[in-house]
T-cell receptor, first 116, second 114 residues
């Protein structure tokens, strides 16, 4: 069965420093993986998507993620944090079975704080 | 703007009441999903419809029901409301609703049950 684990519930960085949000997944096949961002009182917005093309995926707002099959990881990074990046980030794996989770399995989220 | 429209934005009601949440998917999207987000449970998948038919069911209570209409908009009906039903309810849509399809989320309806 597919699952996704976000290793940190809360990450705090200073503005201008790198961001690393960690995600591990388990899947019995080649998964599709996503990162979503949720700003306060807003819906989730798709940041980027991996679907077995390039292992390094570039998303919006300067974020990127690298798919590492050997480590079953899909960590999200950004070279330099902005105040506007403060939000909650969700790592998501696509569920081929589409069963009780629908088509997507969401991690529990990582709240990113950015200090001035 | 995701193109997914949810109404109303806020809803305050009393225990035991019934409410209806409405969702219009992005133009061209055939699949609609409903999620519940609360502080203690996180993001919970409720139900998915594809082109009017129920496709997948998650942690949806028997007091809750949903449908997707021929024009593809969807409604989530919540009845016999309890305090614990207070949450953000999100609708999302996708083109096909299958493996690998990203979802586009609305801004949610915040339900407060008093």
């Amino acid at each position: 069965a597919q699952s996704v684990t976000q290793l940190d519930s809360h990450v705090s960085v200073s503005e201008g420093t790198p961001v690393l949000l960690r995600c591990n997944y388990s899947s019995s096949y080649s998964p599709s993986l996503f990162w979503y961002v949720q700003h306060p009182n807003k819906g989730l917005q798709l940041l980027l998507k991996y679907t077995s093309a390039a292992t390094l995926v570039k998303g919006i707002n300067g974020f990127e993620a690298e798919f590492k099959k050997s480590e079953t990881s899909f960590h999200l990074t950004k070279p330099s944090a902005h105040m506007s990046d403060a939000a909650e980030y969700f790592c998501v794996v696509s569920d081929e079975g589409g069963g009780s989770q629908g088509n997507l399995i969401f991690g529990k989220g990582t709240k990113l704080s950015v200090k001035p | 703007d995701s193109g997914v429209t949810q109404t109303p934005k806020h809803l305050i009601t009393a225990t035991g009441q019934r409410v209806t949440l409405r969702c219009s998917p992005r133009s061209g999207d055939l699949s609609v999903y409903w999620y519940q987000q609360s502080l203690d449970q996180g993001l919970q998948f409720l139900i998915q419809y594809y082109n009017g038919e129920e496709r997948a069911k998650g942690n949806i209570l028997e007091r809750f029901s949903a449908q997707q209409f021929p024009d593809l908009h969807s409604e989530l009906n919540l009845s016999s409301l309890e305090l614990g039903d207070s949450a953000l309810y999100f609708c999302a849509s996708s083109v096909v609703g299958g493996f690998g399809s990203p979802l586009h989320f609305g801004n949610g309806t915040r339900l407060t049950v008093t």
